[in-house]
């Protein structure tokens, strides 16, 4: 059984930055496509970033366009845990952030429906 375990979240004002973390637990993640994924109040869930080693030299990665070059994200499989760097922090990027797993698809999607694994979720709050 997989277990993902987010960790890092908290309160950080305007223009600070914070790192999230997220431990996979059950299954090798390094055949795994990683993503991030956020969700504010009122809104829907939405795609952050994502994650693959596709051919074994190299990791691919895609971010939604409201975080290209501010986020970054990455991986450890030797410590199997992704990494969320956030920087540039905005109010707008308040949420509680979601990593999720899929194996099996060498793809990045952004459509959280195509992720088997979800971790419970940490909150950022980012102050004006």
Not at 76 to 91: E, R
Not at 93 to 114: F, H, I, L, S
Request: with cysteine; net charge positive.
């Amino acid at each position: 059984q997989v277990h993902l375990v987010e960790s890092g979240g908290g309160l950080v004002q305007a223009g600070g930055s914070l790192r999230l973390s997220c431990v996979a637990s059950g299954r090798t993640l390094s055949s795994a496509t990683m993503g991030w994924f956020r969700q504010a109040p009122g809104k829907e869930r939405e795609f952050v970033a994502a994650i693959i080693w596709n051919d074994g030299f190299r990791y691919y990665t895609d971010y939604a366009e409201s975080v290209k070059g501010r986020f970054t994200i990455s991986r450890d499989n030797a410590k199997s845990t992704v990494y969320l760097q956030m920087n540039s922090l905005k109010p707008e990027d308040t949420a509680v952030y979601y990593c999720a797993a899929v194996w099996a698809r060498p793809t990045m999607p952004r459509e959280g429906k195509e992720y088997g694994y979800w971790g419970q979720g940490t909150q950022v709050t980012v102050s004006s």
